[in-house]
C-alpha cells in the first residue's frame, strides 16, 4: 500500500534541481566576500612569496604559472571558506610533488635513501627529514610540515583531539564542530609556505643536480 504524503511533506521534499538551485543562490552571495578573500590571497603572495633575490625562477624548475596552477583548487575552497579541504589539498600536493623531486634525484645519491625506504615512509612529515638530507627544504620546514600533517589527519578522520590542539587553543570540541572551527581559522599563511616549499622542490632540485652540492 502507498505511502500517503501530505501537502507539507511534498513542500519540504528535497529535490536534484531545488539542491542546485539553492546551492547557486548560495554560491552568489557569497561572491563578495569570496572576492575579498582573493584579493587577500594576492596580496599576501606579492608580500611574502616574491620578496628577495632568493625566490628568483630557474627555466628548468616550476614557473611561478606552474605553482599558481597547482594552488587553484586550495584557492576555490579558500574563496568558498572550506578551509578544512585547503590543507587537506595542500597536504595532498605538497606530499605528490616531493614524492617526484626525491624519486628524480634518487640515483643521485643512492646511499643516502632507497626507493623502497621512499615508499614507506610516504607521509609528508617523513618526506620532510628527506628533503632536508637532500637540501631541498631547511629544517624549519619539518615543523611545517608536521603541523600541517597533524592537522590534515585530524580533519580527515574527524579527530578533534589534533585539530583543536592545533587551531582552537586545546579546548574540547565534538568533531561535529571541526568544519565549523577550521572555516573561521587562517589558512592563507599555508598556502604562501606551501608555494614556497613548492619552490624550493624544484627551483634548488636543478641546482643540487648540476652543481653536485647539498
Known amino acids: 500500500m502507498p505511502i500517503k504524503r501530505s501537502r507539507k511533506d511534498e513542500e519540504n521534499q528535497i529535490t536534484p534541481e531545488g539542491m542546485v538551485d539553492d546551492?547557486?543562490?548560495?554560491?552568489?552571495?557569497?561572491?563578495?566576500?569570496?572576492?575579498?578573500?582573493?584579493?587577500?590571497?594576492?596580496?599576501?603572495?606579492?608580500?611574502?612569496?616574491?620578496?628577495?633575490?632568493?625566490?628568483?625562477?630557474?627555466?628548468?624548475?616550476?614557473?611561478?604559472?606552474?605553482?599558481?596552477?597547482?594552488?587553484?583548487?586550495?584557492?576555490?575552497?579558500?574563496?568558498?571558506?572550506?578551509?578544512?579541504?585547503?590543507?587537506?589539498?595542500?597536504?595532498?600536493?605538497?606530499e605528490r610533488y616531493a614524492i617526484l623531486a626525491i624519486v628524480n634525484l634518487s640515483n643521485s645519491y643512492p646511499s643516502k635513501f632507497s626507493i623502497d625506504?621512499?615508499?614507506?615512509?610516504?607521509?609528508?612529515?617523513?618526506?620532510?627529514?628527506?628533503?632536508v638530507a637532500l637540501n631541498l627544504w631547511d629544517k624549519e620546514d619539518i615543523e611545517f610540515a608536521e603541523n600541517l600533517n597533524s592537522i590534515r589527519n585530524g580533519t580527515v578522520h574527524k579527530n578533534p583531539k589534533k585539530v583543536f590542539y592545533k587551531v582552537y587553543s586545546g579546548k574540547n570540541m565534538s568533531f561535529m564542530d571541526i568544519d565549523k572551527v577550521l572555516s573561521n581559522y587562517d589558512v592563507l599563511p599555508y598556502m604562501i609556505t606551501a608555494s614556497r616549499l613548492l619552490f624550493k622542490l624544484y627551483n634548488r632540485q636543478f641546482f643540487v643536480t648540476v652543481t653536485g652540492k647539498e
Request: glycine residues 4%.
Open 23 to 94: 546551492l547557486v543562490c548560495h554560491i552568489q552571495s557569497m561572491m563578495q566576500s569570496s572576492s575579498k578573500r582573493l584579493q587577500y590571497f594576492i596580496a599576501e603572495y606579492r608580500n611574502q612569496f616574491m620578496k628577495g633575490p632568493d625566490w628568483t625562477f630557474t627555466p628548468e624548475g616550476l614557473s611561478e604559472r606552474d605553482i599558481l596552477n597547482l594552488l587553484k583548487a586550495p584557492l576555490i575552497m579558500y574563496a568558498m571558506k572550506l578551509n578544512g579541504q585547503v590543507i587537506i589539498e595542500i597536504h595532498g600536493i605538497l
Open 117 to 131: 625506504e621512499i615508499t614507506e615512509r610516504c607521509v609528508l612529515r617523513e618526506l620532510a627529514k628527506i628533503l
